[in-house]
């Protein structure tokens, strides 16, 4: 199974995030992390496990570049693809719309077909609002905070990627 990693980065962080989830992954992901503003769409499908990682922005508001790069996906099948999708966003300063930009980029990707893995619990983060929510207790995502929660980036990545390669049944032994 090939992996691709897309991501979409204004500050740093997403493209941090992004690349700290490739070199834990090691091997399994030969290929380089791409930007969206640097992709084209088409790309995308030639993954069989997309992880997508964006921001949310302002008031509850994707990332520049996703949100450029949305409305090309309606040209993309993504049947049979499995999408697990990282994003940052700051729950301290944006509390009611904290991680939106995943409600927005899932709606798009489930659109074309894909399936989605990789929820993530949303025990440990304080916040009031989401659309980034799959259900009561989960984000859509793995949820970073690197502007208050900088230093709980690296092990939330860590217990997500662990959920990941679980999910999809792998055996990585020690390389996660």
Not at 37 to 54: M, Q, S, V
Request: one cysteine or more; hydrophobic letters at 40%.
């Amino acid at each position: 199974m090939r992996i691709g990693i897309f991501y979409g980065s204004n500050t740093g962080n997403t493209e941090m995030a992004a690349n700290k989830i490739k070199a834990e992954l090691g091997e399994l992901i030969p290929d380089p992390v791409r930007d969206v503003a640097k992709a084209a769409p088409a790309e995308l499908a030639e993954y069989d496990i997309l992880l997508l990682g964006c921001s949310t922005w302002n008031i509850g508001e994707m990332q520049d570049d996703w949100a450029d790069f949305l409305p090309k996906l309606d040209q993309v099948d993504l049947t049979g693809k499995k999408v697990a999708m990282f994003a940052m966003g700051d729950a301290v300063g944006y509390p009611y719309n904290f991680l939106d930009a995943l409600g927005e980029l899932w709606q798009k990707v489930e659109s074309r077909g894909a399936s989605l893995i990789g929820v993530w619990p949303t025990d440990g983060y304080d916040f009031h609002e989401s659309t980034g929510m799959f259900d009561d207790d989960h984000f859509l995502g793995l949820g970073l905070d690197e502007d208050n929660e900088p230093g709980l980036t690296d092990d939330r990545i860590h217990a997500w990627l662990l959920q990941l390669v679980q999910e999809l049944g792998f055996d990585v032994g020690a390389e996660v």
